[in-house]
């Protein structure tokens, strides 16, 4: 995040100052950047367009956006779509509902990662651990859209491959995963643990690669087990990494996953399954209320701004972490 | 020493065990999905398939291929897909070898790499950005598909980490012999670039592939539907008044088997691209995330 890189900015004027080719040097230097300029005008005028413009667009919020009338000609409300967004408790259960799922999903893929490194590091015959990883990586590359129409399949009420082994070896009743709101959220958490952890793994396995092999050395010089070597050794040098990932997470604690839920959703689950950003493509694209749905983007959006940047500082105050 | 402990010896066993079964969650439930997608249309829907076709046909895939919606969307996919991987690869490479720059060197640097960075943090949302493109006028154009997501800040950010493990001796040697920056660009960082951009680049071939979100928000007209937003609506949405079938195929469309099929061809390409997408992937990520 910091960059603290100095400009010296001092240390040219005064170098310059009583020179004469000083101008001409000046000129050249201007010449050799100017070509760096026009380097990033067109990722300058796109991020303008499609990123800037829109945060514009967000005076909608205090407004009564009428498409007809445009932003200069709608009436001004002041804050009174945060504070219908608030009044309702159907509109502050989905806010409930963002925290609830993020925040599990966020613990889940901090855990299972972390141990499932913990066990292919323990793997040693190289080709298997390659295969392993090879497999689990996968996952991570398919679409929501993929990965949703293959659960709405293997979790169907009568039939699916997941009910007929349940009722199969445990004899249960099939369960109804996508249309029952607690299940529902099981599932969103499992899946995106299915889909993600192996992927999540890697950033752990470059820890473990990065230790010192000196240190396990010495640890079996002392008589120290596997288990006792894990205590000391391996568990201590993923703390780092595992702050950073666990930190920087928190700044998606308003982010429960568009894409996933939105592909795994229905009017069945919404109580408990309905995110911020599903509500507020509900609300806005589908049913028009462009100004109420545009305030809710926007506090999400100032919440996450503010917990991304105290992620950051927390992720570089503690593990010394920065992105750039 | 702990090698031969008995206690190490059975956890081996038990963590090879786990792994075997680890990895055929991941696998299984793609196996049955494939498996359905083989299978008669009786034993399909009469629950029978498991990880094996029942009554093996290549009806399904036949059905799917004589299906023109699909067709035509596979056709939007591709182009939106090598256009769209092009023109961000172009943007993000001009990009980042600026900000890959000293700020001694480039005192602007610093402005643009936040101009840059805060719109990953903070953004308009979704309603001003779809107001905005429908304002543009670019719903149901290839561009939509194309060009709001070109500028892709992370890329950048991978790309100038990379920019900056090259060593400056190269950069001035080309100076001095008289090349401009584009000229460095091109001759020196390019080609020595090639996994960094390989990988980019096919991360963004893949983002492009799966991407379904902005086909379903920008595509007014059904036509227009990238396989990913033809995908999400028939199989995930299920909903078929958005795509225009006769009457007579709806049963076609709606058959498990067909579903399959579409799905398993819907992920096809990635699987196929994915063996050289892993060569490079793992040192991509330790490339963004660790630095010096």
Known sequence: MCMKQTVPLNKESVSSRGKPEAPVRRRSK?????SLDIMLLPALILTFIFSYIPMAGLIMAF????PALGMTGSAWVGFDHFEFLFSIPENVQVIWNTVIIAGLKMVANLVVPFIFALLLNEIRKMYFKKVVQTIVYMPHFLSWVIVGGILIDLLAQNGGLVNQALTGLLGIDPIFFLGDGNWFRFVVVASDVWKEFGFNTIVFLAALAGINPALYEAAEVDGAGRWQQTWAITIPSLIPITIVVGTLALGNILNGGFDQIFNLYNALVYDKGDIIDTFVYRYGIIGGKFSFSTAVGLFKSIVSFVLIVIAYRLAYKLANYRIF | MYHKSTSYKAFTIFNYTFMILISLLCLIPLVHILAVSFSGKAAASANLVKLWPVDFTLDAYVKTIANENFIRSIWVTLQRTVLGTFISMAVVILAAYPLSKESSSFKRRNIYTWY???TMLFSGGLVPFYILVRNLDMLNTLWVLIIP???SVWNMILLLNFFRGIPKEMEEAALIDGAGHF?????VYLPISMPALATLSLFALVGHWNSWFDGLLFMTDHTNYPLATYLQTVIVQQDFSKVSVRPEDLENISQRTVKAAQI??????ILLVYPFLQRF???????????E
């Open chain 2, 264 to 269: 398993f061809i819907g992920m096809a390409p």
């Open chain 2, 149 to 151: 997501g070109a500028v």
């Open chain 2, 281 to 291: 992937f793992v040192k991509g990520i330790v490339l963004g995330a660790v630095k």
């Open chain 2, 183 to 187: 000229r460095t660009l091109i001759s």
């Open chain 2, 116 to 118: 840059f960075v805060f």
């Open chain 1, 63 to 66: 407004q009564n956006y009428k």
């Open chain 1, 30 to 34: 201007w010449k050799k950047t100017i």
